[in-house]
């Protein structure tokens, strides 16, 4: 069953936002080098592989606010994006960004629901390129 694997919070300023929930959590805000984006690690992560060591825990991520993504998300791990996509548009939501890679990671893409939320997908894949 596809699960909650990941959230983004936008900020209108990264820079003051990372600040904010580094003081308010003690979380660990790290920003991507060549990316307009910030790693957020709200649990301990193994280190080979940066996933969380607690079953169910989630990190997530920060970025630029724009366009339709204004909100916080949270992203679902699906084994087919362009098929969850398919199906999602057939049962009234909607495309908001398509299939896309995180190199060396996997896909992402975002979607709109029937109630206007904005909701990302995800599917692990180190070949994407």
Request: net charge negative; charged share 20%; hydrophobic share 40%.
């Amino acid at each position: 069953m596809p699960g909650i694997v990941h959230f983004e919070i936008p900020a209108d300023d990264q820079d003051r936002a990372s600040a904010f929930y580094r003081a308010a959590f003690d979380w660990t805000l790290d920003p991507v080098p060549g990316m307009d984006y910030t790693n957020v690690v709200t649990t301990p992560v193994d280190d080979a592989t940066q996933q969380p060591l607690a079953p169910g825990a989630i990190n997530g991520g920060m970025f630029q606010r724009a366009d339709r993504l204004t909100t916080p998300i949270l992203t679902v791990d699906v084994e087919d994006i362009d098929g969850s996509l398919k199906r999602i548009t057939e049962i009234g939501g909607s495309v908001v960004s398509p299939r896309a890679p995180v190199p060396g990671m996997g896909w992402f893409a975002y979607f709109e629901d029937s109630e206007g939320n904005i909701l990302g997908l995800w599917t692990t894949d180190p070949s994407a390129s």
